[in-house]
């Protein structure tokens, strides 16, 4: 033990007192390395802390690239969507029709039909008078619903009901609702049945 | 104490720190949870549960099943996929042909080499797998390529990883799908298998309350202990006996004058197995769903 030691434990020299001392460059060295790329890591794979950012995807731009842009089942989903918003309040979310209101569309020879070009026609220009549907006269009034709808929001409501409630007929693209919308032009005219059947399927 | 001012502040900002990061940080973060939408469908996640389902959420807890279950699906990565499923009226020569020159296409250039590679030793049989991989401009252009030709192909998204792989589950699990779970049956330990897709894999209560009953009448070799506690083992009062009654194998089936019914706590555990169906597209985790066979 060196004399300066032997000092210090010395209790006559009074309490021992705590001292300060650089601590080594090697140590700060090690921690700002560390700390950088601990600091990388974050950034390429915390996701900036959004919620929806979840391990693999790392980051929002990743996350994003996945979502399932397109296809049949996207289609019949916003089908779906506008159906229930827009037509199922008078036909019903069954297809099924409202007695004195709305007639069925599931099963109905109107919505079955061959090509698409008569049935485009009633949401576009809306009905007027009489119309036999499954072997039943109805008296209607409906207003153009699908006047304001984007092309591919009324293909995509076309569709689905001609494929839903066990309905089997053939899709509408936005380009046939197009043509016709194209054809009826600004001479929207309700129709009746007779009027309808003198259409073109 | 000469430095007390010194120690205190230094403890008190290594608690704050910790309170900011395993408490303030999450709540922040996830803390105002609500229902989302599946991904492509006007449905909401998650469904609310049942009575019975709610109920047996701590049946569930009572009886320790986290114990040996877990409740997340874990996913090591994603791809975006497309794959050929009809050439049409092409040969697999021209489709080769016609691949080969859509690969001066710029979105194209980086996965060229995986997709002709591919089809060089295929011999024209559908579906074939064209690209699988991180880059949805490639599967896009490409699908959009081939549609005017009349080749039809399927672009779908997977989740990869060894729990998908094992089908306990379609996705990773999120926060979202623990949403109307208090509290949360997370589970650490796999001495039996990931339920977060039992109500899919599974989907028949009678199953279920069988399993339950008698685990080794339906898994031969299975670990799990059977919950006799939660049935009741009773006389018949008549025959044929309650229709609630279990059908059991002869090996596992009490006297012939008994029956075995379960209690309420076992139809509650049953319909909460039964709620377990992580089965839908999230933004956050997103797949496409299979609706067609390939």
Redesign the interface.
Known sequence: MSDQNKDQCNPTNGEPT?QHSAAPMWIIVVTLTLLFFGGLYLDSHGGW?N???????NTAE??E??????????AA?QG??VY?AVCGICHGNDGAGKPGQAPPLAGSEWVLTKGDNRLAHIPLEGLNGSLMVKGKEWTLNMAAMGAALSDSDLAAVLTYMRTSWGNQAGEVTPDDVKKVRDAIGSHLQPMNGDQLMKMPE | M??GLTVFLAAFVALGASWFGFVY?PLE??GG?KQTTV????DSWPPQRTGAATLGLQVYRKYGCAACHTEQVR????A?EIWLTSLGDHKPQDFRDFIQSLMIVPELMPASNTIVGKLQQWGGTVPVLLYSG???TVV?TLAGKLKPVGVKA????VALGADIRRGWGMR?S??ADYLYDEPVQLGNLRAGPDLSLVGVRDPDANWQLQHLYAPRSIVKNSTMPAFRSLFLVREKAGEPGSPEALVLPQEFAPAADMEVVPTAEARELAAYLLSLKANA?L???????V?AAK
């Open positions: 705590v802390f919620p929806k950012v979840y391990a693999p995807y990743r996350l690239s996945f979502q399932p842009q397109s296809g049949a089942a996207a989903a779906k969507r229930e | 000469k430095s940080g973060q996830l949870e991904l492509q469908s006007p996913q090591s990565d994603a975006n991180d880059d949805a896009s399927e672009v779908q998204v990773k999120v926060a597209p933004y956050e985790a997103p797949f496409t769903p609706t």
